[in-house]
C-alpha cells in the first residue's frame, strides 16, 4: 500500500471537515454508519483494500476525538462569558485595517477577566488604533460568533466576539515579552524598512506579500486584486514559502560534480535543512501568521521525513502537517486560508504531474518519429533553434499546467464558502507568476537591507525595483478586475454540485485513459456552461441577511451590485456591514438609512440617499424609493419603524418603541429587541432569541439570511441554519393608511 500515513492523515482531516460544515447534526450518525460500514465491508471482501481502509478507519477515529475536544472547550468557554461585560486585559496578537479610520481589526488574547486569570482569544472588529505586541485592557461585552463567521473565527482559535463598551477607553499597559509580540514588533520594522521611500500601493502590495503587513492595503485595490483573481498573492501562505524554499534553492549555483552530487541522499539532507531555515525565516518576518506557521510546518515535516525516512512525499508531508495544526483546534480546517493552501498545494502536484505525463509522452512521440531532414541535424543552426523553442514551450505548458490546476482547485473553496471567484484568475495568475519570485526575493532583501543604516545605498536601488515590480502587478490587477465578468457569485449549494460534477467527470477521464485534448475540452465546455447558468439564475436574486451584532444587528437587501443598508449603530456592525458589501461586490448603495435615535457619532457611509432617523421630525413619515425597494421610515419620539418592499416582499423592523395605531401586517418581522407591539408577521428573521419579549415564544429558530427571486412563484430558499421561524396567527388586516401627502405609511402613534 501507497502512502499509509497519508490515508491516515486524510481520514482525520475528512471527519473533522464533515463535522464543521455538516448543517443538520442528525445527518452525522447516518454518514457515520454508511462510512463505518464500508470500510468493514472492504476490510472483509478485498485483501488489498484492508490496509487502506484500516488507516482510513483509524484516522477517522484520531478526527472524532479532535472534534469532541474541541467542541467541549469552545462550548465552555461561551458558557462561562456569553452575553457577559467584563474588564479583559488581553495582549493584542495581531491587527488588520479597518474600513474606518481610528480604529482596527483586532484580535486578542485574554489573560485576564476581572482580575481572574483566563486564556482564550477574542476577535474585536472594531477596537481603538493599536499595534499587535501591545497589551490593553477595558471594559467588553462578549458574545459568541456570528453564524455567519463562525467557522472562520473558531478556524482561527476564537470562540468569542467582543466589543469595547461606549464611552469606554482603552487602557495601554505597554508591550508585552511575549515570543508573539517580539515576531509582531520584528514585523512592524520591517514593514516600516520596506515601505520606506515608496508610493503608498506598490509599498502596501509589498508589505503584505513579504512580511505580511496588510494594514497598509486599501479597499480599492483589495478589489481589484479579487477582481483580477489574486487576492492569494497578497496573502503571505504556502506558495510564499514554497517558493521562498524550494524554487530558489533550485536556482543555487551549482556546476559540474556538484550538481551530480545534489542527487545524492547527503545532499538532500543539506538542502532540506536550508529549506526548513527559509521556513523558519518566513514564520519570524510574518509575525507567526497561522498560514505561515501551516506552510512552514509542512516544510519542517517534509526535512524530518528527508533526515528520517528518505525522500520525502508532498502528500505526506501535507497531510501530517494538516493533523499537527489541528491537534489543539480541530476547526483549523474550517479556516479559508487552510483550505485554499491545502487545495493549491493538492492542485500545483497534479498540474506537475500532468506536465510531466505530457512531456514523457512528447519525448516517446519524438523517439518513434523517423526523419531523415538534414535540418534536423544535430549541431545545426535550425536545430539549436528548435531545441530553443520547445525547452521554452515545454515551460510555458508545464506554467500553464500548475497554475491551471491550482487554480481549479482552489475555484471550489471559494465559491463553496460564498466568496467571488474571477473569471480571469487562470489568465492572471500565468501572466503574473514570473512576477511574484523576484518581488519575494527583492521585497525580502529590502526588508533586511532597510535595518542597516550603512547598507542605505545599495537599499535604495534594491527597494526601486521592488517597487517598478510591484506597480506593474498592481497596474495589471487594476486593468483586469475593470473586465466585464470580473467577479462571479454562486449560490452554495449549486456551486457544491458543479464541483462534485467536474470532480466526477476528472475521475471518469482519468479512468477511461482519455486524452487530454479529448478531455480538456469537455471540462471547459462543462464548467462553462454551468457558470453561465448559474450566473443566470442569480441575477436579480434579492438577499436579505442580518449582519454584526446579535443586539443591534445591522440589515443588508443586495441585489446585484446594488444594495440598501439599515443601520442601528456599533463599531462592530459598522465593520460588518462593510465587509458584507465587499463580499457582494456591491459597488452602489441606494440607501443607508440610520435607524439611531441618539446617535454617539455620525456615520460617514456614502450612499445615494441617505436618511437618519435623529434628524426626521418627531412624528413623522418619510419614504424613499430605489431600484431594489420602497423604504417607509416613521419616526416617533422614542423609536423609529421601517418598513420595505421588495420584489414582492414586505419587511419590518424596530428600532426603540414604536406603538401602531392599527396592526400591521408584514411577510417578515427583521429582529428587534423592541416588542413588536400589533405586527402580524409570518416569519421572522433574527439573530438572537433572547430579546425579552421572546418569553413566550418557543418555537423561534435561529435564521439569519435569505434570498428569493423577485416572482411570487420562485420559493424562498435559506440560509443553511434556517429553521422555521414563528408563525403568528391573526386576519388579513389593513396595511397602511394614506397620510396628508398621498403616500402610504406606517399608522403609529407616539408611545
Request: aromatic content about 6%; some cysteine; proline content about 3%.
Amino acid at each position: 500500500m501507497r502512502r499509509p500515513l497519508c490515508l491516515f492523515c486524510a481520514g482525520a482531516l475528512g471527519v473533522e471537515l464533515v463535522c464543521a460544515f455538516l448543517p443538520q447534526a442528525w445527518l452525522l450518525p447516518l454518514l457515520a454508519a454508511i462510512f463505518v460500514s464500508g470500510l468493514l465491508f472492504a476490510l472483509l471482501r478485498w485483501k488489498t483494500a484492508r490496509a487502506g481502509a484500516l488507516c482510513l478507519l483509524l484516522g477517522s477515529l484520531l478526527g472524532l476525538a479532535l472534534t469532541v475536544h474541541t467542541d467541549a472547550k469552545l462550548q465552555a468557554l461561551q458558557t462561562a462569558y456569553e452575553g457577559k461585560t467584563a474588564t479583559l486585559t488581553a495582549e493584542v496578537e495581531r491587527t488588520d485595517s479597518s474600513y474606518y479610520p481610528g480604529v482596527v481589526d483586532a484580535v486578542l488574547r485574554v489573560e485576564q477577566v476581572d482580575g481572574e486569570a483566563a486564556d482564550f482569544r477574542i476577535r474585536c472588529a472594531a477596537l481603538p488604533k493599536c499595534q499587535a505586541g501591545e497589551r490593553v485592557r477595558g471594559k467588553f461585552t462578549l458574545e459568541a460568533p456570528p453564524e455567519t463567521d463562525r467557522l472562520d473565527l473558531y478556524g482561527d482559535g476564537v470562540p468569542l466576539t467582543g466589543e469595547l463598551l461606549r464611552d469606554e477607553t482603552l487602557e495601554r499597559l505597554g508591550e508585552s515579552s511575549s515570543f508573539r509580540a517580539r515576531t509582531a514588533r520584528l514585523q512592524r520594522r520591517l514593514s516600516g524598512a520596506l515601505r520606506r521611500g515608496m508610493a503608498h500601493d506598490p509599498a502596501g502590495v509589498l508589505a503584505a506579500m513579504v512580511v505580511g503587513d496588510r494594514s497598509h492595503l486599501s479597499s480599492a485595490l483589495r478589489t481589484a486584486y479579487r477582481g483580477a483573481g489574486l487576492s492569494h498573492v497578497l496573502v503571505v501562505s504556502g506558495m510564499h514559502v514554497s517558493i521562498l524554499c524550494g524554487s530558489f534553492l533550485e536556482h543555487l549555483p551549482t556546476a559540474g560534480r556538484r550538481r551530480k552530487l545534489l542527487r545524492r541522499y547527503a545532499h538532500r539532507r543539506a538542502k532540506a535543512l536550508l529549506g526548513a531555515g527559509m521556513a523558519v525565516l518566513m514564520v519570524g518576518v510574518t509575525g507567526s501568521t497561522p498560514s505561515v506557521l501551516r506552510a512552514g510546518v509542512a516544510v519542517w515535516v517534509s526535512a524530518v521525513g528527508i533526515w528520517v525516512c528518505g525522500p520525502a512525499d508532498a502528500l505526506t508531508s501535507l497531510g501530517v502537517a494538516g493533523v499537527w495544526m489541528t491537534l489543539g483546534n480541530s476547526y483549523a480546517v474550517c479556516d479559508m486560508g487552510f483550505e485554499l493552501s491545502f487545495a493549491a498545494v493538492v492542485g500545483t502536484l497534479a498540474g506537475a504531474e500532468l506536465a510531466r505525463r505530457s512531456q514523457e509522452a512528447r519525448i516517446r512521440a519524438e523517439k518513434n518519429r523517423k526523419t531523415k531532414h538534414a535540418a534536423h541535424k544535430r549541431g545545426g543552426v535550425y536545430h539549436n533553434i528548435l531545441q530553443r523553442g520547445k525547452r521554452l514551450g515545454g515551460s510555458v505548458w508545464e506554467t500553464l499546467c500548475v497554475s491551471g490546476c491550482a487554480c481549479a482547485a482552489t475555484f471550489p473553496v471559494l465559491v463553496v464558502r460564498g466568496l467571488s471567484a474571477s473569471l480571469y484568475a487562470l489568465v492572471s495568475s500565468v501572466a503574473v507568476l514570473w512576477l511574484v519570485e523576484p518581488i519575494l526575493l527583492l521585497g525580502l532583501g529590502t526588508a533586511l537591507l532597510g535595518l542597516a543604516p550603512a547598507l542605505a545605498p545599495l537599499h535604495r536601488v534594491i527597494s526601486r525595483c521592488a517597487e517598478f515590480l510591484a506597480d506593474l502587478l498592481d497596474r495589471w490587477a487594476v486593468w483586469v478586475s475593470g473586465w466585464p465578468g470580473a467577479q462571479l457569485w454562486f449560490d452554495t449549494a449549486y456551486a457544491a454540485l458543479i464541483c462534485l460534477l467536474l470532480a466526477g467527470l476528472c475521475w471518469l477521464a482519468f479512468h477511461w485513459r482519455l486524452r487530454l485534448r479529448v478531455a480538456l475540452p469537455a471540462l471547459l465546455l462543462t464548467a462553462a456552461v454551468a457558470i453561465g447558468a448559474g450566473n443566470a439564475l442569480s441575477r436579480d436574486t434579492l438577499r436579505v441577511e442580518l449582519v454584526g451584532t446579535k443586539s443591534a444587528p445591522a440589515v443588508v437587501i443586495s441585489q446585484n451590485d446594488r444594495a440598501v443598508v439599515l443601520y442601528r449603530g456599533g463599531k462592530t456592525t459598522r465593520n460588518a456591514v462593510e465587509t458584507t458589501l465587499a463580499r457582494r461586490n456591491v459597488r452602489t448603495v441606494e440607501a443607508f438609512l440610520d435607524l439611531r435615535i441618539n446617535p454617539s457619532d455620525r456615520d460617514a457611509r456614502k450612499a445615494e440617499q441617505t436618511l437618519r432617523a435623529a434628524s426626521c421630525a418627531k412624528d413623522s413619515a418619510r419614504v424613499l424609493r430605489t431600484d431594489i425597494a420602497r423604504l417607509e421610515l416613521v419616526r416617533t419620539r422614542t423609536g423609529c419603524a421601517v418598513r420595505v418592499t421588495a420584489a414582492g416582499q414586505t419587511f419590518l423592523t424596530l428600532s426603540g418603541t414604536v406603538r401602531f395605531a392599527q396592526p400591521i401586517e408584514v411577510d417578515w418581522l427583521l429582529a428587534s429587541m423592541a416588542r413588536p407591539n400589533r405586527v402580524v408577521y409570518r416569519e421572522m428573521l433574527t439573530k438572537s432569541t433572547n430579546y425579552r419579549w421572546m418569553e413566550g415564544d418557543k418555537d423561534i429558530e435561529l435564521q439569519t439570511a435569505l434570498r428569493f427571486r423577485p416572482s411570487s412563484f420562485w420559493k424562498i430558499s435559506r440560509s443553511p441554519s434556517a429553521g422555521k421561524a414563528n408563525r403568528a396567527a391573526g386576519s388579513s388586516l389593513r396595511r397602511a393608511e394614506t397620510n396628508r401627502r398621498g403616500s402610504a405609511v406606517l399608522p403609529c402613534t407616539m408611545s
